[in-house]
């Protein structure tokens, strides 16, 4: 045997090893090419199984495909939003009613007492001005 095919036949080997490696990898991680149990119950509760995780992987991937019902979905999300900035904006309108109102009271409390100093003001000018008279 050549050294050239040694190499050859080393290389082959290594590469029917990591080949070897690879695969029970994957059946290591999908459990595909493990023996079957025999037990017929156990079997049939593997299959059951199988069949959920089939039905939950089939409704999201219709859930994903309707896109009607995202569109849906998104017209809520943004109807809630909007909702949400109305009432905040209710809200805010009446703490600003309620400041405005507060302020009208508070200046019509002021102009009475103003109001009645100048009558009185006026009156005590009339007074004195009748008494002049005569």
């Known amino acids: 045997m ?3 095919d040694r ?3 080393q290389q082959e080997k290594a590469a029917q090893q990591a080949g070897d490696e690879a695969a029970q990898a994957i059946k290591d991680e999908t459990a595909i090419g493990d023996k079957p149990p ?3 119950q156990q079997l049939r509760e593997e299959i059951e199984e199988t069949r959920e995780e ?3 992987t ?3 991937l219709a859930q994903k495909a309707d896109a009607k019902a995202q569109v849906q979905e998104k017209v809520d999300e943004r ?3 909007v909702e949400e900035k109305v009432a905040e904006g209710k809200q805010q309108l009446h703490e600003a009613q309620q400041q405005v109102k507060a ?3 508070e200046t019509a409390q002021r102009q009475v007492p103003l109001g009645a100093a100048v009558a009185a003001f006026v009156g005590a000018l009339l007074l004195l001005w009748l ?3 005569r």
């Open 2 to 4: 050549t050294p050239r």
């Open 131 to 133: 008494l002049r008279r």
């Open 103 to 105: 302020k009208v009271e």
């Open 54 to 56: 089939l039905g939950d």
């Open 79 to 81: 109807k809630a939003q």
């Open 7 to 9: 190499e050859a036949k």
């Open 38 to 40: 025999s037990d017929p």
């Open 58 to 60: 089939v409704e999201a």
